[in-house]
C-alpha cells in the first residue's frame, strides 16, 4: 500500500461513560479494526486518566502501522463541549470543574481530537450506521450509569448555543423527588430511569415492603440493576415491580420529549435495554398513555441494535471525518 493512500485513513474513537471508557481504532466503512476498554473512575485526577488511556491506545495504534495513519480523534463524554472541546461539570466523573479534555488528548496523542457529548456520540453512529439510518428527526437516549441523549432534528444534531442542548436526562420528571448527587436537584429523569436509578428503587421498595423477595438475600452494597434483573427473570415479584416503575417514568419522560420535537423514532441504548420487555413494555405503554391524541401510535420505540461496544465508538470517529483539513 503506498503512503498516500495509508496516511489519514483511520480514525481513533473513545466513549467515556460514567463507570468504563470504550476506545477502537475506525477505518472510514466503520470497521472497528481494534477496540479495548479500561475504568474511567481509576483516577482522581484527569491527567492520570488520559496517561492510562495512551497506554491502552499506543500499542493498537502502532498495530495498524503508527500515528501517521491517523487522521484524528473523536472523543465523546459526558458534559461534553462540541465547540469548546471541554467536559463541564459532569456529574457522573471524578473530575471537577471545566476541564480541556480534547486539548489534554490532542496533546499526549500529537494528533487532532474533537470531543461531543457522549449521548450525541452515539446518536451520530446511530444515524450513519444503526437503527436510525436514513432517519432525519429522532432522539436517542443513553440508559447507563446516567441517562443520556443526543436529539437530531431535520437531519442535524441539535447542539443548542452553548454546546449542551440535549440533557433531558436532567430534566425535573418528579417534582420534588429523588434527589441526585451530582446535580443536587430533585426529581431528574436520571434519578430514576438509569442503572443508578433502578439501584435506588429497590432500595426504596425493600425498606418500605414486607414482600419476600430474593433481592432481600443481597447485601445493601452489592445491589445492583443486574441483580434486580436477574431476580426478575427467576419470577421475583418486586424485581418486577422495580423495572415497571422505572419504565412507567421512563414512559413519561419519553412523552414530553415526542411531543417536544415529533421525532420519527426514539431510539434506547445502553445497559437497561438489556432487560427487554421487563423494562420497553411498560415504557411504551406509559409513553402511548401520556400523549395527546397526535402523537399516539406514531413513534416507535427501538433498541439500537449497533453493539453496545461500538455504537459511540462510532459515533465519535465519525465526528473525525467531518474535520476540517
Known amino acids: 500500500m503506498s503512503k498516500s493512500s495509508s496516511y489519514d485513513s483511520l480514525a481513533i474513537g473513545i466513549d467515556i461513560g460514567g463507570t468504563g471508557t470504550k476506545f477502537g481504532i475506525v477505518d472510514r466503512n466503520a470497521n472497528v479494526l481494534f477496540s479495548g ?3 474511567s473512575r481509576t483516577h482522581s485526577e484527569v491527567e492520570g486518566f488520559i496517561e492510562d488511556l495512551y497506554k491502552n491506545l499506543a500499542p493498537l495504534i502502532e498495530k495498524v502501522g503508527g500515528s501517521g495513519r491517523i487522521r484524528g480523534i473523536g472523543v465523546g463524554a459526558p458534559n461534553g463541549n462540541y465547540y469548546s472541546g471541554t467536559v463541564e461539570y459532569a456529574p457522573n466523573l471524578p473530575w471537577r470543574g471545566i476541564i480541556p479534555l480534547a486539548k489534554l488528548v490532542q496533546n499526549k496523542f500529537q494528533l487532532p481530537a474533537i ?18 439510518k436514513g432517519m432525519k428527526d429522532f432522539i436517542m437516549i443513553t440508559l447507563g450509569t446516567g441517562v443520556g441523549s443526543g436529539i437530531v432534528a ?4 441539535i447542539y443548542g448555543h452553548d ?30 430511569a438509569s442503572a443508578t436509578g433502578v439501584t435506588l428503587t429497590a432500595i426504596e421498595v425493600l425498606e418500605n415492603s414486607k414482600e419476600d423477595s430474593l433481592l432481600r438475600k443481597v447485601p445493601k452494597e452489592q445491589l445492583d440493576s443486574k441483580k434486580v434483573y436477574d431476580a426478575a427473570i427467576a419470577g421475583d415479584k418486586l424485581a418486577k415491580e422495580i423495572f415497571d416503575y ?14 417536544f420535537s415529533s421525532p420519527e423514532a426514539i431510539i434506547l441504548f ?38 453496545e461496544s461500538d455504537a459511540a465508538i462510532l459515533g465519535a470517529s ?8
Open 318 to 325: 465519525a465526528l473525525v471525518w467531518d474535520m476540517k483539513g
Open 37 to 39: 476498554e479500561m475504568s
Open 115 to 132: 470531543l461531543t457529548n457522549d449521548a450525541n456520540a452515539a446518536a451520530i453512529g446511530e444515524m450513519m450506521y444503526g437503527a436510525a
Open 154 to 157: 431535520n437531519g442535524k444534531l
Open 163 to 192: 454546546g449542551f442542548a440535549g440533557e433531558l436526562g436532567h430534566t425535573i420528571i418528579i417534582p420534588n423527588g429523588r434527589h441526585h448527587e451530582g446535580t443536587d436537584k430533585l426529581g431528574s429523569l436520571e434519578s430514576y
Open 270 to 307: 445502553g445497559g437497561l435495554t438489556k432487560a427487554g420487555d421487563l423494562i420497553l413494555k411498560p415504557t411504551r405503554e406509559a409513553m402511548e398513555e401520556n400523549l395527546i391524541q397526535i402523537f399516539q401510535n406514531k413513534v416507535k420505540i427501538l433498541v439500537s441494535h449497533l453493539k
Open 246 to 259: 422505572t419504565g412507567k417514568i421512563l414512559g413519561l419522560a419519553l412523552a414530553n420529549f415526542v411531543m
